[in-house]
């Protein structure tokens, strides 16, 4: 059984808005590969009164390629009671 390919596809799910910043949908969409999210708010042209959706993409990171936090430096003053 062959897996299915999302290669160039992506779908929109209705979404919780906990404030009206919140999107109306979200869900995955990838573009030749690369995996992103989007997100879309149901809004209403104050020219004409059409609707019409707004988008926002963003890349998804990977857990695996995202930096991980630095380290603080030694300074040599760990031993100082104050």
């Known amino acids: 059984m062959t897996e299915y390919d ?13 404030t009206e910043k919140h999107p109306d949908l ?18 209403v042209s104050k020219k004409d009164g059409k609707k019409y959706l707004s988008l926002s993409v ?9 930096p991980a936090p ?3 430096a030694a300074t040599g003053d760990e031993a100082l009671p104050f």
């Open 6 to 18: 999302n290669t160039n596809r992506g779908a929109l799910f209705q979404s919780e808005k906990k």
């Open 70 to 72: 630095a380290a603080p």
């Open 58 to 66: 963003d890349k998804k990171q990977d857990k695996e390629s995202a």
């Open 26 to 43: 979200k869900g995955p969409l990838n573009i030749e590969g690369t995996d992103y999210y989007v997100s879309a708010w149901s809004e």
